[in-house]
């Protein structure tokens, strides 16, 4: 446990430590050499809890000697705190005793020979100074002016245990602490709460508050517990594997040797340099190996050192004590814990034979040409990629995909499947070295399925674990100016379109539909009566320079002033009462689950149901001409409206 016991400032074993309004322990001592005078500035604000909560602590309690001016700094996190602030750590002087070894004399890190006894320390380079090696390493100009010196820490014995008393509120002196608030992770007492600070705030009475924490510790100790045999079985397969390393090897090479001294001689330059890259990879592998016994055995030892002091800490009968460092205990044994999780779940994706074995084999079946360009060929296919599941997202009817390669496999390319939005048979959509990738022109309201395979020279590996990505619900489009008639002009991000001639030029949209319902509606924002709009739905390749419907690839509804017609292939049908004028609204409703195409006319059906039997993909379109100007309104729900009580009069 002898980093947590020892002070972030001095990096000594803690001396009568304190708690700063961070809840990190220092020594008493250092925090009054780290402290700065107070400006007016830095007095008027408030200190705040780390929950961010607006309950102000800049109020000072009186001490016996009456309060220290200034104010200290973390320096683990930076948070300023008043002195007078500073709280005794319980738990700490209860624990140094117990597991607290003397602090040796500390020697200057720089002397040549015998090291001299240590004189200052510097807070920023970390390294202890005697007082020779600090005016010759160290001298207070230059860049090393702003480095703050303080005093090497005097070694002397663990302080002696804390006294029985209860801590009293360094708020208000006379009161004892009784409670603790779970927004603020502080103690209170009773005149913290009538003075209105933790007002709104959820106050415990401190057993219920020391119960849930040792409840919620105890839990994460446990799992931290079982992810810490985990990690130790880890290591002891790390250690088995140079062995391993070394066996592979010596069988690699030996089969290349008899392979190699079959061949002509032309060969034998040859496999000396195989026989070299053969122990090459075995000492990259070897160190590769040794190294990750050395990371996990440091985590291991961290860890170690974290339980033994959470489960000190839970056998602590003092509430106060505990409650001191309850809070900031369970954070860090959370974070280790997920740190050991995140770890052991890369090392797991990567643990693989490929680590413990040279998987590489001689092709001796190719003729003299062949064995000049004679080299290793990896024994099987790359392993399953890695879906990035926070960079996949969908937008409108696209989908982007993110993956990265196994890291333990050799890669060449990878290959990207889709399904068909509705739990259909996959289907290839990509193939190449990339790994990101933009899927366009998808159907909207659906869920697609993806997943990815990499390859390389010997054959495709597994598939990753599917993604699921749904497109939107309702389609957002605009005005597409490139594939719409050039004598039309665009404006507000093109949802607005006008014309500068008298014939009818066709607009279309930037989707297409080939599947589901959907629905949009037209504004006229300006209209004299004598302009010829055509509201409804084409193919791409629709003759622009005519009336919507005109042709066979336009569906289309043509309305005036007084009434409309149903256009397609030049045919008019389905004529119904009622037109347009300035500040109109044409609805278009296409459901391609039923095939049918419909109209609206400021809310209300217009003529029924235009259009029958319709499949393929249609663009939202329209045709206008002179004195005329429409406005799209898209990511519209279809109305509800009943189609078939509408009756449409015979043209």
Request: charged share 20%; hydrophobic share 35%; glycine share 8%.
């Amino acid at each position: 446990m002898e980093p947590e016991l020892q002070c972030p400032v001095c990096l000594r074993q803690l001396v009568r430590p304190v708690l700063l309004a961070c809840s990190h322990p220092v020594c008493l001592g250092c925090a009054r050499s780290l402290a700065r005078p107070s400006d007016d500035e830095l007095d008027k604000e408030s200190v705040y809890s780390e929950a961010d909560s607006g309950v102000v602590c800049g109020s000072r309690g009186s001490s016996a000697g009456g309060p220290e001016p200034g104010w200290v700094s973390c320096v683990t996190c930076g948070r300023p705190s008043p002195l007078d602030a500073l709280r005794p750590c319980l738990l700490l002087e209860r624990l140094l005793p117990l597991f607290g070894r003397a602090s040796a004399p500390v020697s200057c890190q720089l002397c040549e020979g015998e090291p001299r006894p240590a004189a200052v320390l510097c807070q920023q380079c970390r390294v202890h100074y005697c007082s020779e090696c600090q005016r010759r390493c160290h001298p207070r100009r230059g860049p090393l002016a702003e480095h703050s010196l303080l005093p090497a820490p005097a070694p002397g014995p663990p302080p002696p245990p804390p006294a029985a008393d209860p801590l009293r509120c360094w708020r208000h002196p006379a009161a004892e602490y009784e409670l603790f608030c779970a927004a603020c992770d502080e103690l209170a007492c009773a005149d913290c709460r009538a003075d209105g600070g933790h007002k709104g705030h959820e106050l415990h009475p401190l057993a219920d508050a020391v119960k849930a924490q040792k409840t919620a510790l105890s839990r994460t100790l446990q799992s931290l517990s079982e992810r810490a045999k985990s990690a130790t079985e880890v290591i002891h397969r790390l250690r088995k594997a140079p062995e391993t390393v070394g066996e592979s090897c010596a069988a690699l090479e030996q089969a290349i040797s008899d392979q190699c001294d079959a061949l002509v001689a032309a060969v034998m330059a040859r496999k000396q340099r195989l026989l070299a890259h053969v122990r090459q990879e075995s000492q990259r592998k070897t160190a590769a190996a040794r190294e990750q016994v050395t990371s996990w055995t440091g985590q291991i030892q961290r860890t170690t050192g974290i339980l033994r002091f959470c489960i000190e800490t839970l056998k602590e009968p003092n509430s106060v004590a505990f409650l001191q460092m309850g809070g900031k205990l369970q954070s860090r044994a959370d974070s280790v814990l997920l740190s050991i999780d995140e770890e052991l779940k890369a090392l797991t994706q990567s643990q693989s034979q490929s680590q413990s074995q040279v998987e590489l084999t001689l092709d001796t079946t190719s003729v003299e040409h062949a064995i000049k360009h004679m080299s290793f060929m990896q024994m099987k296919p790359p392993g399953p990629p890695v879906i990035v599941h926070e960079e996949c997202c969908s937008e409108n009817n696209s989908v982007v995909l993110s993956w990265r390669a196994d890291a333990a496999s050799f890669v060449e390319g990878h290959v990207l499947e889709l399904d068909d939005g509705g739990g259909g048979p996959f289907t290839e959509v990509y193939c190449g070295s990339q790994t990101v990738c933009t899927i366009d022109g998808l159907h909207f309201n659906s869920v697609y399925r993806a997943r990815i395979r990499s390859y390389n020279a010997t054959g495709p590996g597994p598939y990753s674990q599917p993604v699921r990505l749904q497109t939107a619900e309702v389609a957002w489009f605009a005005l597409d100016p490139v594939v719409s008639h050039p004598q039309l002009r665009f404006s507000d991000s093109d949802s607005a379109v006008t014309c500068e001639s008298f014939e009818p030029c066709v607009a279309l949209a930037t989707t297409g539909f080939s599947r589901g319902t959907h629905y949009w509606e037209f504004t006229l924002e300006r209209y004299d009566g004598n302009a010829d709009p055509s509201f409804g739905v084409a193919r791409l390749d629709v003759t622009k320079s005519q009336m919507l419907g005109a042709d066979s690839l336009g569906w289309s509804m043509y309305i005036d002033a007084q009434r409309s017609w149903f256009m397609h292939a030049g045919r008019h049908e389905g004529r119904a009462e009622g037109g347009v004028r300035t500040g109109s609204v044409v609805g278009v409703l296409l459901d391609l689950a039923t095939k049918q195409l419909s109209f609206f006319v400021d809310g209300r059906p217009q003529g029924g149901v235009a259009f029958t039997e319709l499949s393929g993909t249609f663009y939202p379109a329209v045709s206008i001409n002179r004195n005329c100007r429409v406005r799209l309104r898209t990511s519209l729900e279809p109305p509800t409206s009943d189609l078939s009580s509408s009756d449409s009069d015979g043209s």
